[in-house]
């Protein structure tokens, strides 16, 4: 690491610990040759998550669109930072479960599973749209699957 005062190459880490958030690490530094100190981040880059469409297409996962999906089914129920969390165990839970590539079946049902946790009401708005309903029969079937407590179908 090069000091940002002189640009040596030579520092000593003085100390390092874990950010709140467990996913990058703070290094504080000593330069080897002016002596000043100086803060790092260290995180670990992932390969970006790709979605495959339905129609075979190819995009990069955007935890916006997730976001935003969740939270108009979840409208005026759950509190944005509990739908900024579940969106980043979307995230997550795709990439401990699916790997680098995953389609947008997985990311839809991925997204019932913390709808359903969160609330009921913002799931089964959620598997409405989601999951196409055609009349009030899917919505019975749905809440019927809801009441056993199982993981959502798709």
């Known amino acids: 690491m090069r000091c940002?005062?002189?640009?040596?190459?030579?520092?000593?880490?003085?100390?390092?610990?874990?950010?709140?958030?467990?996913?990058?690490?703070r290094r504080r530094r000593e330069c080897g040759g002016c002596g000043r100190r100086f803060t790092t981040l260290e995180r670990i880059e992932q390969p970006p998550l790709m979605v495959r469409?339905?129609?075979?297409?190819?995009?990069?996962?955007?935890?916006?669109?997730?976001?935003?999906?969740?939270?108009?089914?979840a409208k005026n129920r759950v509190p944005m930072d509990d739908l900024r969390r579940a969106a980043i165990g979307v995230e997550a839970r795709l990439r401990r479960e699916q790997g680098n590539e995953v389609t947008s079946e997985q990311v839809g049902l991925a997204v019932l599973v913390e709808l359903r946790d969160l609330d009921p009401v913002a799931y089964v708005r959620f598997a409405s749209v989601y999951k196409n309903?055609?009349?009030?029969?899917?919505?019975?079937?749905?809440?019927?699957?809801?009441?056993?407590?199982?993981?959502p179908k798709a």
């Not at 469409?53 to 089914?73: C, D, I």
């Not at 009030?136 to 749905?142: G, Q």
């Open 4 to 25: 940002p005062v002189c640009a040596v190459d030579d520092d000593r880490v003085v100390d390092s610990r874990p950010t709140d958030n467990g996913t990058t690490v």
């Open 53 to 73: 469409k339905r129609s075979g297409s190819m995009s990069p996962f955007s935890r916006e669109n997730v976001l935003e999906g969740m939270s108009r089914a």
């Open 133 to 151: 309903f055609q009349g009030p029969e899917d919505f019975e079937s749905e809440l019927s699957e809801l009441r056993k407590d199982a993981p």
